[in-house]
């Protein structure tokens, strides 16, 4: 049932949010994606605004009753909230979306379809008032190396990526270990810096600098990360399908190189046909996915399908990351992976149980 109510949203996505925005603004109510408090929200370029942000809204619905996790859509609403906010919309703005979003889908679709995608809006609506519309810094002082993370992130925000690199460089020559760098300082920035987005406090343009930046900082790293005495075991790490959001299992891999693990790590939006031969070729003992975005989730349902049924299936184990898992950490078992991890340490961990209980 849950595949074929996500079927009917992603087939009717298109014409469903054209009707939920045709009705938002039948309301004049000033809900519309897109306006600001000093600037009204009636010409065409705000109208598609609010049209891209519900296709939005369904992708992730489909994608939690598809998975059968509403969590997973209760993340997405309390994420939505905290973004409109930054965005200065009315403060009722989400909630009459998903009102209407719900009166769209009960007219639009049958009527076992409604009942499905009733539930999830109602969930999402009844939690509204419990979740809030600003986030705490992820760099709380008094963390581990939080005052050099606080400055390297300052140091990115202005643009100065050679300030950044230094600082880091020197904080390893200091004695500060690869991977503590790793966890406490490019990890929590890097998910500071999609708070801040979140909040409206940075740009699209700042985001991408700043992970291009630790991206290439990293790499200045790989003296003290590949020196690690290998342990003849091999990890293949990509994202999949689709994904373009690849840092976090960059990061995973180096752990694994730092742990002596032999890695081959192919990055951002691999197809399922080159995962499968890499795998095959390197005689993988794990395979470790990746997904940052919710409606990826059925992408690495598919490739880990295809894992299984494939002549290697068996002899590999499958780990899974990413945000959709965090914020739904019985989704992994429910995909067919053999585990989930929260961060690169833990995945670690997960990845030596699984082969040891393998062989």
């Known amino acids: 049932m849950s595949d074929r109510v996500s079927q009917a949203l992603d087939v009717q996505r298109q014409a469903l949010a054209r009707r939920i925005v045709a009705r938002i603004y039948e309301l004049r109510t000033g809900v519309c994606a897109g306006e600001h408090k000093d600037r009204p929200c009636s010409d065409e370029k705000g109208r598609e605004k609010s049209l891209q942000d519900v296709n939005y809204h369904l992708s992730y619905l489909s994608e939690a009753i598809a998975a059968s996790d509403p969590s997973l859509f209760l993340d997405y609403v309390a994420w939505v909230k905290v973004l409109f906010a930054g965005l200065q919309f009315p403060e009722d703005a989400l909630r009459v979306t998903l009102e209407c979003t719900r009166e769209v889908l009960g007219e639009a679709l049958p009527e076992e379809v409604v009942a499905v995608t009733g539930e999830y809006l109602d969930a999402g609506l009844a939690q509204l008032a419990q979740v809030p519309s600003a986030l705490p810094t992820l760099i709380p002082p008094g963390s581990p190396l939080a005052e050099l993370a606080r400055r390297y992130l300052n140091a990115?925000?202005?643009?100065?990526?050679?300030?950044?690199?230094?600082?880091?460089?020197?904080?390893?020559?200091?004695?500060?270990?690869?991977?503590?760098?790793?966890?406490?300082?490019?990890?929590?920035?890097?998910?500071?810096?999609?708070?801040?987005?979140?909040?409206?406090?940075?740009?699209?343009?700042?985001?991408?600098?700043?992970?291009?930046?630790?991206?290439?900082?990293?790499?200045?790293?790989?003296?003290?990360?590949?020196?690690?005495?290998?342990?003849?075991?091999?990890?293949?790490?990509?994202?999949?399908?689709?994904?373009?959001?690849?840092?976090?299992?960059?990061?995973?891999?180096?752990?694994?190189?730092?742990?002596?693990?032999?890695?081959?790590?192919?990055?951002?939006?691999?197809?399922?046909?080159?995962?499968?031969?890499?795998?095959?070729?390197?005689?993988?003992?794990?395979?470790?996915?990746?997904?940052?975005?919710?409606?990826?989730?059925?992408?690495?349902?598919?490739?880990?399908?295809?894992?299984?049924?494939?002549?290697?299936?068996?002899?590999?184990?499958?780990?899974?990351?990413?945000?959709?898992?965090?914020?739904?950490?019985?989704?992994?078992?429910?995909?067919?992976?053999?585990?989930?991890?929260?961060?690169?340490?833990?995945?670690?961990?997960?990845?030596?149980?699984?082969?040891?209980?393998?062989?």
């Open 156 to 359: 990115l925000l202005q643009g100065e990526r050679s300030v950044a690199n230094r600082l880091i460089l020197d904080a390893v020559e200091d004695g500060a270990s690869v991977k503590d760098v790793y966890l406490y300082v490019f990890q929590r920035c890097q998910h500071e810096i999609g708070r801040l987005w979140q909040m409206n406090q940075i740009s699209v343009a700042q985001e991408h600098y700043c992970t291009a930046a630790t991206q290439l900082i990293m790499s200045q790293l790989y003296p003290h990360i590949f020196a690690t005495e290998r342990v003849g075991r091999r990890l293949v790490a990509a994202c999949v399908g689709g994904e373009l959001h690849e840092i976090g299992v960059r990061m995973v891999a180096d752990f694994f190189e730092m742990e002596g693990w032999d890695t081959y790590y192919v990055g951002a939006n691999t197809p399922a046909d080159t995962v499968l031969h890499i795998v095959e070729e390197r005689q993988a003992d794990v395979l470790g996915i990746s997904a940052t975005m919710t409606f990826h989730v059925r992408a690495v349902a598919e490739l880990i399908e295809r894992v299984r049924l494939s002549d290697v299936g068996a002899g590999v184990k499958i780990l899974v990351g990413g945000y959709p898992f965090n914020a739904a950490p019985g989704l992994w078992r429910q995909l067919g992976a053999d585990g989930w991890a929260h961060d690169a340490q833990e995945a670690i961990a997960v990845a030596n149980q699984l082969v040891a209980e393998g062989a």
